[in-house]
């Protein structure tokens, strides 16, 4: 049996002449939260759509579950549970009603799974209150339990926080951790709140202009986030050349608004500052610091960030 959920190989997409995939080769290993990363029109979208098989690929393969073949991934789809942009809801039928209906389309045996799946989502008190009258919130916990429902191995959410207040991100976060730890149902999650993800994923994928940038685990994501001493003084040029001529480093960079990111000698602050007030500057800010997923994403992919 494969360790891996989904595996691509070279998989590219081509659009009316311009590549929406190039050569993507992306691995989720079974029970892990993969966090997906990128700016609209990176490409995240279009590679959901051909796991799903709402979309072909112009060129490459996909395997999912072990199964590589066109009447094999037919089956092997039937394992998964998807969001794919907005939940597709009957807007005059109530929650209980959206489920059941759902249920009955897939074939799926049984009533008691629509109560259980009502509070699995929080959405046990809507009674006789229509979908169409839901909140967007409310909308995408309802999404949440039609992809739920069969028990799928493979949950994929696309922006599975739209609209939500922040407790509910908050109970959103928890829910998919608890399903992924009780049920050890493996999550591709594609979100544009990357503080979110960075909560959430044991896992990342980072995809910029169709091309899988960079795949690495929490762990790995931590380690290259790095720690530095963030420095705001009167004079920023006085300041750099403070840090180069008297601390001997180059390791630090000067941002646009003249605050400066030193990531060496952090673990002596004091040697730091001491060098900088000696040479006469004004010291406005002065404190240790660390990159999030959101700065390191916008240095890998080399400009600012409108995701």
């Known amino acids: 049996m494969s360790e891996y959920v989904l595996q691509t190989n070279q998989l590219s997409k081509k659009f009316k002449g311009s590549l929406a995939l190039d050569k993507v080769n992306l691995s989720i290993r079974k029970g892990s939260i993969y966090g997906f990363i990128g700016q609209n029109g990176a490409g995240k979208s279009t590679l959901i759509r051909i796991v799903t098989g709402l979309a072909f690929p112009t060129e490459g393969t996909i395997e999912l579950f072990g199964a590589s073949d066109e009447r094999a991934l037919i089956q092997a789809r039937k394992r998964i549970g998807s969001i794919i942009e907005s939940p597709a809801l009957f807007p005059h039928m109530t929650a209980a009603e959206n489920l059941e209906a759902n249920r009955i389309l897939r074939g799926i045996p049984g009533h008691d799974c629509v109560a259980s799946m009502l509070e699995l989502v929080g959405l046990q008190g809507t009674g006789r209150k229509k979908a169409k009258n839901f909140s967007l919130g409310m909308k995408q916990r309802l999404g949440l339990g039609i992809a739920l429902l069969g028990d799928p191995e493979f949950l994929i ?3 599975p926080t739209n609209g939500l207040d922040p407790m509910g991100v908050i109970e959103m976060r928890e829910l998919l951790k608890r399903l992924n730890r009780e049920r050890g149902i493996t999550i591709l999650i594609s979100s544009h ?6 909560l959430l994923a044991s896992h990342f994928g980072i995809i910029h202009h169709g091309q899988l ?3 690495l685990t929490a762990q790995e994501l931590n380690g290259k ?3 530095y001493v963030f420095i705001k003084a009167d004079n920023p ?3 750099a050349t403070v840090i180069q001529n008297e601390l001997g480093t180059t390791d630090f960079e000067v941002m646009p608004d003249g605050a400066i990111k030193l990531y060496s000698s952090i673990e002596h602050p004091g040697k730091v500052s001491s060098a900088l007030f000696t040479a006469g500057l004004e010291i406005e800010q002065f404190m240790p610091m660390g990159e ?10 080399g400009g600012a960030l409108h995701v």
């Open 225 to 227: 986030c790095q720690q």
């Open 157 to 159: 959410l696309d922006e």
């Open 193 to 198: 709140i990357l503080s979110e993800l960075y």
């Open 213 to 215: 940038l960079e795949q």
């Open 292 to 301: 999030d997923l959101e700065s390191y994403f916008t240095k890998r992919i």
């Open 237 to 239: 040029d006085k300041a």
